[in-house]
């Protein structure tokens, strides 16, 4: 068995780098097209700054379909984009894509619920003082909500490190796809135990390393 694992540690260590790869691309433009799209939920909603209840229904029932779409019919369905974006449907590039799109709307809900739960009085103390919605939402309210967005993060980063797995189902490489080529079309289980256990390592160390820089950012 050891030498084995010697013999393909290349390739495993490969997988690992596509995973992280997936991971480390498609996690950050999440969080950067999610902040403002929940930003905009919590602003147009019932309890937000600037309540505009049609237009929060209509996008708020977006986010929710977008975000309860089935991440490997996602992956199919959105085939001939991802092959215009970036050139193929195989491989660490072309997960990416739906990796995003599937993040984004699961991060915006994120961050609505967040800024919604931090409540009114910091927000009416802040009004009061002359502060523009635009000020309350960047110096207020994300400041105050940054402790649970590093815990939204984490959360999202579990999920999205499983999500990548299912990648190797149809040739995306990473962990999932080593675990399938070895441990399912190879039979050899002891391979596909070790990518098993190789990805619950890596989502404890994401779970651990998120739960306390969250506990460290939160000053209360």
């Known amino acids: 068995m050891f030498e084995r694992i010697v013999e393909i540690y290349p390739e495993l260590l490969t997988a690992l780098g596509q995973t992280f790869t997936m991971i480390a691309v498609a996690i950050p433009l999440a969080v950067a097209g999610g902040t403002p799209l929940g930003i905009l939920l919590y ?8 309540p505009r209840p049609k237009v929060h229904k209509a996008l708020d029932t977006a986010v929710s379909i977008a975000r309860s779409f089935p991440f490997l019919i996602l992956l199919i369905a959105i085939i001939p984009f991802t092959r215009l974006l970036v050139g193929t449907t195989i491989g660490t590039a072309a997960v990416i894509v739906p990796l995003t799109i599937n ?9 609505e619920q967040n800024l919604t739960q931090l409540g009114q009085g910091t927000v009416e103390a802040a009004l009061a003082m002359g502060a523009k919605h ?15 967005l590093v815990g939204s993060v984490t959360i999202m980063t579990v999920s999205f490190i499983s999500y990548s797995a299912m990648a190797g189902l149809v040739g995306g490489g990473g962990i999932g796809d080593f675990a399938i080529r070895y441990g399912y079309y ?17 989502v404890s160390l994401v779970q651990v390393s998120g739960s306390r820089l969250s506990r460290a950012l939160d000053k209360r």
Do not use: C, K, N
Request: cysteine-free; overall charge neutral; glycine content about 4%.
């Open 103 to 111: 993040a984004v709307p699961y991060f915006a809900r994120f961050v």
């Open 186 to 202: 190879r039979y050899e289980t002891p391979l596909m135990v070790l990518a098993i256990l190789l990805m619950i390592a890596l």
């Open 43 to 50: 602003l147009w909603g019932p309890d937000g700054l600037s």
């Open 134 to 148: 635009r000020q309350v939402i960047s110096h207020v309210l994300l400041v105050d909500a940054i402790p649970a």
